[in-house]
C-alpha cells in the first residue's frame, strides 16, 4: 500500500505544503500526489477546492497531514 510519508518529496522542511493527489493515477506512478506550493504560514495557505479525481491535503514540516475538511474546521477557507 502507498504510503505517502515514504516520499521525501510530499513533506516540507519548513512551514506547510500543499499536496495534490490525482486519483486518475495508479499510486505507484510518480506523479500520483505532488507538492504544489510551500507557505510558511499556515494563515497564507489556500486549498484549491476538491474536484472529481482530485484531493488536496496540507502536510508540515513535523511529518502532519490533513485533509482538506480537517484543515478547513482549524484554519477556515
Not at 9 to 20: C, N
Not at 23 to 39: T, V
Not at 53 to 68: F, I, K, L, N, Q
Request: cysteine-free.
Amino acid at each position: 500500500m502507498y504510503d505517502p510519508k515514504d516520499d521525501e518529496s510530499l513533506w516540507p522542511t519548513e512551514g506547510y505544503a500543499v499536496i495534490e493527489m490525482d486519483e486518475f493515477k495508479h499510486p505507484s506512478s510518480d506523479d500520483f500526489m505532488i507538492m504544489l506550493a510551500q507557505f510558511d504560514d499556515p494563515t497564507e495557505l489556500t486549498l484549491p477546492v476538491n474536484k472529481v479525481g482530485y484531493r488536496y491535503y496540507v502536510h508540515s514540516a513535523d511529518m502532519e497531514s490533513w485533509t482538506t475538511e480537517s484543515w478547513e474546521e482549524i484554519y477556515g477557507d
